[in-house]
Nanobody, 122 residues
Framework: QVQLVESGGGLVQPGGSLRLSCAAS????????MGWYRQAPGKQRELVAT???????NYADSVKDRFTISRDNAKNTVYLQMNSLKPEDTAVYYC????????????????WGQGTQVTVSS
């Protein structure tokens, strides 16, 4: 009933920028918490940033002051603006919806996108 589609990944040089987008579609009434996670080769998936339905934000220390998470409720979309990228930011980035209310009124939880590759290299 709900699908998340990510876009915006790619190859950039250190110090460069990328803007990731994640659009949710389906029988959506309202979306609560949204976030971005990433997984580098040989590492576990880690939280990057979250944003609440009230647009309260939280960031991992490693990306604070470089990344900005935002959302457009009218488009059911969450964004991640990534500036001053470093090689250690290289990972597959996944968007997440923590909780969603469907048009039926039923609540559903923990939806994930397919992931988009971000590679930072000179």
């Amino acid at each position: 009933q709900v699908q998340l589609v990510e876009s915006g990944g790619g190859l950039v040089q250190p110090g460069g920028s990328l803007r990731l987008s994640c659009a949710a579609s389906g029988s959506i009434s309202s979306i609560y918490g949204m976030g971005w996670y990433r997984q580098a080769p040989g590492k576990q998936r880690e939280l990057v940033a979250t944003i609440s339905s009230g647009s309260n934000t939280n960031y991992a220390d490693s990306v604070k002051d470089r990344f900005t998470i935002s959302r457009d409720n009218a488009k059911n979309t969450v964004y991640l603006q990534m500036n001053s990228l470093k090689p250690e930011d290289t990972a597959v980035y996944y968007c997440n919806i923590d909780q969603i209310r469907l048009r039926s009124g039923v609540f559903a939880y923990n939806y994930w996108g397919q992931g988009t590759q971000v590679t930072v290299s000179s």
